[in-house]
């Protein structure tokens, strides 16, 4: 992905928004609409366009607030909403699908992974930690664009570990059982 203005200061070498697509918040206002609706139901007065008037600034609030989440890779750290991860602790980076993000996050994952999921995106990154300091294994972040962000990451820890020479490179999408 490009980079992007998303955050202030140096340019980020990635920056995605894990927003809602159009048709989440088509299906969020109808529904704001068919309960105001429902809540009017043909009375005067008051009712007649109290349900429309907090209804429907309530339901973009909340659609608004499920886009919020923002990850970027710059300044030598993952930054996923107010989380961050110094690039130096990062020991690989594995994209996932939809497939490897189910296995992942399913009946065997780690409790103390760190995740920020969202369900209408179908890719994500697992990066596996390497700091004996934090009990944290891993974090499971979603993203549009998986192999974009595991690249952008991985040259972000190996410019933070330039006088380390070897790094791990960024492995295929891995793709859950058959």
């Given at each position: 992905m490009s980079p992007s203005s998303t955050h202030p200061g140096p340019?980020?070498?990635?920056?995605?928004r894990l927003g809602l697509p159009w048709w989440g918040w088509l299906l969020g206002l109808v529904a704001a609409a068919l309960l105001a609706t429902e809540i009017w139901m043909g009375v005067p007065?008051?009712?007649?366009?109290?349900?429309?008037a907090v209804l429907v600034p309530l339901t973009v609030a909340g659609l608004a607030w499920l886009?919020?989440?923002r990850v970027a890779v710059a300044d030598g750290e993952l930054r996923v909403d107010d989380a961050r991860l110094p690039a130096r602790f990062v020991a690989d980076v594995l994209p996932l699908d939809v497939a490897g993000r189910r296995e992942v996050l399913g009946v065997g994952a780690d409790p103390l992974a760190f995740v920020v999921q969202r369900p209408w995106i179908?890719?994500?990154?697992?990066?596996?930690?390497?700091?004996?300091a934090d009990p944290t294994p891993f974090w499971v972040v979603s993203t549009r664009h998986p192999v974009e962000l595991a690249e952008a990451l991985l040259a972000a820890r190996d410019a933070a570990n330039a006088r380390t020479g070897g790094s791990a490179g960024v492995r295929d999408t891995v793709t859950g059982p058959a």
């Open positions: 340019p980020a070498t990635y920056a995605e007065g008051v009712r007649t366009w109290l349900p429309f886009s919020r989440i179908g890719g994500a990154v697992q990066v596996v930690l390497d700091d004996p």
